[in-house]
């Protein structure tokens, strides 16, 4: 989910700036044993497919717990929530109204711990949750497994209903969807994947191909134009010092240079044409306003900033 889902700490690129110092998880989903690796080096550079997925897998696999424990109760067990300024689908109905979700086959793109997904879920639709990380995929089974218990997830408090319900997993990636064409009514996408992989155009043809006509596609990033500014919830966060139209990628690499995290940043025109050139149509585009009841400095994302610049850009597309 947010696996903004994906927007874990205050980022340099979009998403990232002051990263955490790299972490070994113990295998455990409970209590989590860290050990600490040395600080990376930020720097702006290509980084191509296979290095921005192999180092996103591991980026994922070695911060979830920290990113489930920091914002698991933001995100809820069973809420779908668009972005750090709280819009939800409950109210939002970007996928479309709830009561016609009932028996649609959902693909959830960069699930996290599928929070969307077991929403979803509890509004009758049959989501499949898809993530490249298997340390998030098992904190979903973990809070499946806690909800079906009966002991409750560690944030349970959604507007879903989705107690109790399991839902089902893949590990995969998502330029390389491993499922049949014309397999899904509809798709979404909090913050996953696409801000992470250096082929986003390829994600979008693989979207529509998975796609029955009609379908619709709904996702969420960054905003583009936060690519120019710090990302510091602070006024300092305020000011422009870089390019929106440079597209090269954030990258965080360890003293042998190799990729260790990795952002890509396509411009508002960008995303509109990798989404009309895959056979889709875009029908709606929803900056979210920051709310008054939202007091949460998530990262980059604040009160002070999210009432000035758009933070999230939601993009509703349908599959021709």
């Known amino acids: 989910m947010v696996n903004a889902r ?36 930020a720097t702006r550079r290509i980084a191509g497919t296979t290095e921005s997925s192999r180092a996103n897998r591991r980026w994922w696999d070695g911060n979830a717990d920290e990113y489930q424990l920091e914002h698991g109760r933001f ?40 929070q969307c997904s077991r929403w979803l879920a509890g509004q009758g639709a049959r989501p499949v949750a898809l993530d490249l990380s298997r340390r998030q995929l098992q904190h979903a089974r973990r809070i499946d497994q806690a909800l079906a218990d009966g002991t409750g997830g560690a944030h349970h408090g959604g507007t879903g209903g989705g107690a109790g319900v399991s839902v089902p997993l893949v590990q995969a990636d998502a330029g390389r969807l491993p499922f049949a064409d014309a397999s899904f009514d509809l798709a979404c996408s909090a913050y996953g994947a696409l801000p992470f992989v250096a082929d986003s155009a390829t994600v979008q043809r693989e979207v529509r191909r998975v796609l029955r006509p009609g379908g619709r596609w709904v996702f969420s990033v960054t905003h583009p134009v936060r690519w120019a500014f710090p990302d510091e919830a602070g006024p300092e966060g305020l000011t422009a010092v870089a390019s929106y139209f440079d597209r090269t990628p954030y990258v965080e ?54 009432r000035l610049l758009p933070g999230t850009a939601i993009f509703v597309c349908v599959a021709e």
């Open 6 to 41: 994906r927007a874990h700490h205050a980022h340099k690129g979009p998403n990232r700036r002051n990263s955490p110092t790299p972490q070994v998880y113990a295998e455990s989903t409970t209590t989590a044993a860290m050990i600490q690796g040395p600080e990376p080096e």
């Open 75 to 114: 995100l809820g067990d069973d809420r779908f929530v668009w972005g750090p300024e709280g819009l939800d689908e409950a109210q939002a109905a970007l996928l479309g109204p709830a009561a016609e979700l009932k028996d649609k086959a959902v693909l959830e793109i960069g699930a996290g711990a599928a």
């Open 253 to 306: 690499q360890d003293d042998r240079g190799l990729a260790v995290y990795v952002e890509h940043h396509r411009t508002l025109g960008d995303r509109v044409r990798e989404i009309t050139a895959a056979g889709l149509r875009l029908v709606d585009l929803v900056e979210p306003e920051w709310p008054e009841w939202n007091e949460q400095e998530w990262g980059g994302w604040s009160p002070l900033r999210g």
